[in-house]
């Protein structure tokens, strides 16, 4: 089993910048890639940036050049920084693991809200 815990959303204003983190434990030795999905109101949840075991990247187009996802070596963190907000990326942000087998871990999710 592997617990997420997400931590760093609140509100800020168009333009401003916030960071994002996903604390794993339990058996992390099983992860194979970790990543951030959102899900705003009326909309599916979408992936926003996923890292793998071995550091490589993928965003959603939607974000790429504003928005960061990084980890620590033993993946047991995962950040997402994310500049440049816009009123579109006004979600709940998810933190998610995925396990050798495909099986799919979510933390309980945290409100990213850009208004001005």
């Known amino acids: 089993q592997v617990q997420l815990v997400e931590s760093g959303g609140g509100l800020v204003q168009p333009g401003g910048s916030l960071r994002l983190s996903c604390a794993a434990s339990?058996?992390?030795?099983?992860?194979?890639?970790m990543g951030w999905y959102r899900q705003a109101p009326g909309k599916q949840r979408e992936l926003v940036a996923v890292i793998t075991s071995g550091g490589s990247t993928n965003y959603a187009d939607s974000v790429k050049g504003r928005f960061t996802i990084s980890r620590d070596n033993a993946m047991n963190t995962v950040y997402l920084q994310m500049n440049g907000l816009k009123p579109g990326d006004t979600a709940v942000y998810y933190c998610n693991a995925v396990r050798e087998d495909r099986y799919h871990y979510w933390g309980q999710g945290t409100q990213v809200t850009v208004s001005s």
């Open positions: 339990g058996t992390i030795v099983s992860i194979e890639a």
